[in-house]
């Protein structure tokens, strides 16, 4: 069971860690702060498995890895939005935060409902409402990359032929 942590549109960067905090890659520092000015009380609630939901465009902004390190070191399982800024997505995929698109989801969910995610099945389900949506798949390297727990994780497992 997982508590889900909701946002709207556009929810930048700078929201998620602001820039004042980036002064260390410490993903635990970052997670002290993650969310610090829009829900300060994300830190200290959020716990193990939790997942957050988002309209479109999550993660706009700034190109720094902070902001998906600050979500992951937070404890967060997977982000699912109706959209993500793409530099945002490719940096969540590289530090291994799952990331999921399903079109208006944000319209499905409230804040703080209690829902069961299985991403080894692939599926997102709200008990209360009895409703269950397919998470998308990733292409097989992508999907490497996420259970190895990001692409540095990956590189120090394998070597380079054995990936491709």
């Known amino acids: ?33 993650c969310f ?3 829900r300060p009380e994300f830190s200290k609630e959020a716990k193990e498995g939790d997942i957050i ?3 479109k465009n999550f993660g706009m902004g700034s190109s720094r890895e902070h902001a998906p390190i600050s979500i992951k070191a937070a404890g967060i399982k997977a982000v699912i939005a109706s959209s993500f800024a793409r530099i945002f997505f490719r ?26 995610l299985s991403l080894d099945k692939g599926l997102l ?18 999907e490497k990359i996420i259970r190895a727990g990001g692409v540095v994780e990956l590189l120090k497992r394998y070597e380079l032929d054995e990936l491709i």
């Open 53 to 55: 939901i988002a309209g």
């Open 91 to 116: 940096n969540g995929i590289n530090i291994g935060l799952p990331l999921y698109i399903i079109e208006g989801i944000e319209d499905e969910v409230e804040d703080g409902e209690i829902v069961e």
């Open 125 to 142: 389900f709200l008990p209360e409402k009895k409703k269950e949506f397919k998470l998308p798949s990733f292409p097989p390297f992508v």
């Open 36 to 38: 610090f000015e829009v």
């Open 1 to 33: 069971m997982a508590r889900i942590w909701k946002f709207g549109d556009d929810v930048n960067t700078d929201e998620i860690i602001p820039g004042r905090f980036n002064v260390t890659t410490d993903p635990k520092e970052l997670a002290a702060h």
